[in-house]
C-alpha cells in the first residue's frame, strides 16, 4: 500500500483528488493539508511515501514546501501537480527535490501511474513539461534514466507504445513521455534510429 498525502489549498480539489487516487486499492490517502506549512507537520507526523504537492498555495507555496519535506523526510517522495508548465516553475520544483512532475488535467489512470512510479522511485513527467529539463541533461544519451533505458531497448526489440505501457506497468502516456526525453537526449526524431542508436549503445545510461 502506498501511504500518500495530498496537499493543495482548496477543499473540494483535495476531496477530488483522495477519492481519483484511492480508486484502484493500492493507494491510502492518510492525509491532507491546505499550504505548504500544513504539508510540512503533515509529513513530519505522518511519514507518508508520497506527497502530491500543488505549487501556487497561501501562506508556503509547494516550491518552499518541497524543499522541507524533501530536507526535513528525505524517505517521502514529492509529486507535484499543478496547472503550470512553464520552464521556470518546473525547474524550481525539481531543483527542490520533486520526483515527478504532473498538470491536473491528466487522466486520473494517469495520476495513479505517476504515484506509483514516484513511490518506486522513478521520475514520471507530464509529456507537456519533460521538454524543459532536456538542455541541463548530460548529453550524448549518457543521462539516460533506469527507465527511460528500458522504454528504449523495448521499443528496439519492436514493440509498439502499447506493448511497452504493458510489459512495464505504466500508462502510453508514460511511454511517450519517456521516449521523447530519450529522442532529445540521444539526437534521434524517430523509432528507428532510436532502435540503430540503442544497438550501438548498449549500455548508456546515467
Do not use: C
Not at 508548465?85 to 527535490?97: I, L, P, Q, T, Y
Not at 528496439?156 to 502499447?162: D, E, F, I, L, V
Request: aromatic content about 2%; overall charge negative; charged content about 25%.
Amino acid at each position: 500500500m502506498i501511504r500518500v498525502l495530498v496537499v493543495d489549498d482548496h477543499a473540494m480539489v483535495r476531496e477530488g483528488l483522495s477519492a481519483v487516487l484511492a480508486a484502484d486499492g493500492d493507494i491510502e490517502v492518510i492525509g491532507s493539508a491546505g499550504n505548504g506549512a500544513e504539508a510540512i507537520h503533515a509529513v513530519v507526523q505522518h511519514a507518508p511515501d508520497v506527497v502530491v504537492m500543488d505549487l501556487s498555495m497561501p501562506v508556503m507555496d509547494g516550491i518552499d514546501a518541497t524543499r522541507a519535506v524533501v530536507d526535513r523526510m528525505p524517505q517521502t517522495r514529492v509529486l507535484v501537480l499543478t496547472s503550470f508548465s512553464d520552464r521556470d516553475r518546473v525547474w524550481k520544483a525539481v531543483e527542490a527535490g520533486a520526483t515527478g512532475y504532473q498538470l491536473k488535467d491528466a487522466e486520473p489512470s494517469d495520476l495513479r501511474v505517476a504515484v506509483r512510479e514516484v513511490a518506486s522511485g522513478n521520475t514520471p513527467l507530464d509529456p507537456r513539461v519533460a521538454g524543459a529539463l532536456l538542455p541541463r541533461r548530460p548529453a550524448p544519451g549518457h543521462g539516460l534514466s533506469q527507465r527511460e533505458r528500458e522504454v528504449l531497448d523495448l521499443v528496439a526489440a519492436g514493440m509498439a507504445n502499447k506493448q511497452v505501457a504493458t510489459k512495464l506497468g505504466i500508462s502510453e502516456r508514460t511511454v511517450k513521455a519517456h521516449l521523447g526525453s530519450v529522442f532529445r537526449q540521444i539526437g534521434v526524431t524517430d523509432r528507428t534510429s532510436a532502435a540503430m542508436w540503442a544497438r550501438d549503445h548498449p549500455h548508456a545510461t546515467g
